[in-house]
Nanobody, 123 residues
């Protein structure tokens, strides 16, 4: 079982930057994809971005493309989500998740979820 723990959330102002981290309990296999989802109150869980561990490939939701960047630090078993130009619409609990194989934007295809970290963007 791969354990995932998110960190880095907080309260920031519109236009600010924030970086989230997802630390895995062990080195992910190259076939593993790690991803970020977010869920705002009363809304469905929404795909944000994903990273295939090896060979590295990335996938981004249209709503964050150009503002968010996903990357990895293999030595630390860590995936990061660098967020810039944050908007109130980005306010949500952000979850790290894992799946085996390639990309999917459907949360039902993922397993091994972290507990989440709250991101709040004030206007």
């Amino acid at each position: 079982q791969l354990q995932l723990v998110e960190s880095g959330g907080g309260l920031v102002q519109t236009g600010a930057s924030l970086t989230l981290s997802c630390v895995a309990s062990a080195r992910p296999y190259s076939s593993t994809t790690l991803g970020w989802f977010r869920q705002a109150p009363g809304k469905e869980r929404q795909f944000v971005a994903a990273l295939k561990w090896g060979p590295v490939m990335m996938d981004y939701a249209d709503s964050v493309k150009g503002r968010f960047t996903v990357s990895k630090d293999s030595a630390k078993n860590t995936m990061t989500l660098q967020m810039i130009a944050l908007q109130p619409e980005d306010t949500a609990v952000y979850y790290c998740a894992r799946k085996v194989g390639g990309f999917s934007r459907n949360s039902r295809d993922w397993n091994n979820w972290g507990p989440g970290t709250q991101v709040t963007v004030s206007s």
